[in-house]
């Protein structure tokens, strides 16, 4: 005699929403990379260039041009991105360190 098929279904998944911790706005901003200092350079030319251009397509031109610079028209954008970078780990050393509670008062932050 065969076995009849039965189905069974599955308990549905409760999915555990996670908190987004809020943004401190004390907190250093980060760097920009070479290509945003390259996109926010380049953007106005580009609108100028193609007037009545929907948002979204300024971007993908900015990124054809991108693409399209050699190694060394890249060179002046990554530089001011190292200097960013270099400003950013500075500043985040500073933030951490303002963090850090008082050993001798806990409770106090010194910043």
Same mark, same amino acid.
């Given at each position: 005699m =065969? #076995?009849?098929?039965?189905?069974?279904?599955?308990?549905?998944? &409760?999915?555990? /929403? *996670?908190?987004?911790?809020?943004?401190?706005?004390?907190?250093?901003?980060?760097?920009?990379?070479?290509?945003?200092?390259? @996109?926010?350079?380049? +953007?106005? #030319?580009? +609108?100028?260039?193609?007037?009545?251009? *929907?948002?979204?397509e300024?971007?993908?031109?900015?990124?054809?041009?991108w693409? @399209?610079?050699?190694?060394?028209?890249?060179? =002046?954008?990554?530089?001011? @991105?190292?200097?960013? *970078?270099?400003?950013? /780990?500075? /500043?985040?050393a500073?933030?951490?360190?303002?963090?850090? =509670?008082? =050993?001798?008062?806990?409770?106090?932050? &010194?910043?």
């Open positions: =065969p #076995k009849e098929k039965t189905t069974r279904k599955a308990a549905p998944k &409760t999915k555990t /929403e *996670k908190k987004k911790k809020a943004a401190d706005p004390n907190a250093p901003k980060r760097g920009l990379s070479a290509y945003m200092f390259f @996109a926010n350079e380049q +953007r106005e #030319k580009v +609108r100028e260039d193609n007037p009545g251009i *929907k948002f979204g300024v971007g993908k031109l900015l990124g054809e041009k693409k @399209a610079l050699n190694d060394k028209q890249r060179q =002046p954008y990554e530089a001011k @991105a190292a200097l960013d *970078k270099k400003r950013y /780990e500075q /500043e985040k500073a933030y951490t360190v303002c963090l850090l =509670p008082n =050993p001798c008062n806990p409770k106090k932050i &010194t910043c």
